[in-house]
């Protein structure tokens, strides 16, 4: 089976990696984990942004309002910002981002291989292009496929499974 939606040049016939049925363990709790990582992620991401913020804010006093032009620099950065942060860790050797590891998830392509930057950063742009027009679809979608993916996820043929670890913790249960 080949699937129309793998990135990166013509689709090889393979089967998916990680099959709900025969290994639910990979998918046990793993909305509720990536709920949890986006909210680390964004903190990530933002808190930095906050501290250039009061920087420049601070600087304009200083410098009699001149430092803060420095405010159209913002959201470029902050773009700049999220799209390395996300390319980085997303797309680096372990698949996932800070968040992802804190909560022991991990992104991977459809049959198993992990992610790569290019990958990483269009998932990034794809998930908050689909989350602006159709935000609850975006979610809603994962509550009734098997692999609990989302809506960027099915595009670009990717899934958000439990790490290697986590899985095999609940093997054990």
Do not use: Q
């Amino acid at each position: 089976m080949s699937d129309p939606f793998a990135f990166g040049g013509p689709a090889e016939s393979r089967p998916y990696a990680y099959d709900p049925v025969a290994e639910p363990e990979y998918f046990r709790g793993v909305l509720w984990r990536r709920f949890f990582a986006f909210v680390i992620d964004a903190l990530i991401i933002c808190v930095p942004m906050g501290v250039a913020a009061l920087v420049i804010f601070v600087s304009g006093f200083v410098t009699f309002g001149l430092g803060w032009m420095l405010f159209g620099l913002l959201s470029p950065a902050f773009a700049i910002w999220a799209l390395v942060y996300s390319g980085l860790t997303l797309g680096g050797r372990e698949s996932a981002t800070i968040g992802m590891r804190v909560m022991e998830i991990e992104m991977r392509l459809w049959y198993g291989a992990p992610m790569y930057s290019l990958l990483a950063v269009l998932s990034v742009v794809l998930f908050w292009v689909s989350f602006s027009v159709l935000t609850p679809l975006v979610v809603i979608i994962a509550l009734f496929n098997s692999r609990k993916r989302l809506l960027h996820d099915l595009l670009l043929g990717t899934v958000v499974t439990n790490t290697e670890a986590r899985a095999g913790a609940l093997r054990r249960r």
